[in-house]
C-alpha cells in the first residue's frame, strides 16, 4: 500500500505506534513497580501468582534482587488475628527484610463536609480557624 499523501501516512504510522505502545504499556508486571508485593490468601502466601511456604519468600525476594531495606507490601485480604502476620512479619525480619507493610484493600470515600462535621474535624485534630493549616509529612524520595 503506497501513501501518496505524507498526512494519511502520519496518521497511519500513529495508529500502529499507539498500538503497539498501548500493548507494551498494559502488560502486567509479576510485582509491585514501587514496592514487591507478596500477598496472603486464605492464610497461605502467594508470590508471582503462586502460592508458596513462608519459608521461600525470603529466598524469592533474593532471587528477584530485591535488596532488604526496601518496603515491601504485603496483601492481606482481613485484619481479624494479628498473630500469624506478625509471626510472617517476624520471620522476614529474622531473614533481614525489615521493611514490610501490611495492607488491606485500599478504599476512598469522598464527600464534601458539613459546616459542623467540618468545625468537629479541626477540633479533633487541634486546628483551629478557617486559615490554620494541616500538618503535612513528606515522604522521601526512597520511601
Not at 503506497?2 to 498501548?22: D, T
Not at 513497580?33 to 529466598?59: L, N, Q, T, W
Amino acid at each position: 500500500m503506497r501513501f501518496n499523501r505524507p498526512f494519511f501516512f502520519l496518521l497511519a504510522f500513529s495508529f500502529f505506534l499507539s498500538a503497539v505502545v498501548g500493548c507494551v504499556t498494559t502488560t502486567e508486571t509479576r510485582y509491585g513497580v514501587a514496592h514487591p508485593v507478596v500477598k496472603i490468601v486464605d492464610g497461605r502466601c502467594m508470590f508471582e501468582d503462586e502460592y508458596v511456604s513462608p519459608a521461600e519468600v525470603p529466598k524469592l525476594l533474593e532471587k528477584h534482587g530485591i535488596a532488604k531495606d526496601r518496603v515491601i507490601h504485603i496483601l492481606v485480604d482481613e485484619i481479624d488475628d494479628l498473630a500469624p502476620h506478625r509471626q510472617f512479619l517476624a520471620y522476614l525480619a529474622m531473614h533481614g527484610y525489615k521493611r514490610p507493610i501490611l495492607i488491606t484493600e485500599r478504599r476512598a470515600e469522598s464527600r464534601a463536609l458539613s459546616e459542623k462535621e467540618s468545625r468537629e474535624r479541626r477540633a479533633a485534630t487541634g486546628q483551629s480557624g478557617k486559615n490554620a493549616k494541616p500538618k503535612i509529612r513528606y515522604k522521601k524520595a526512597y520511601e
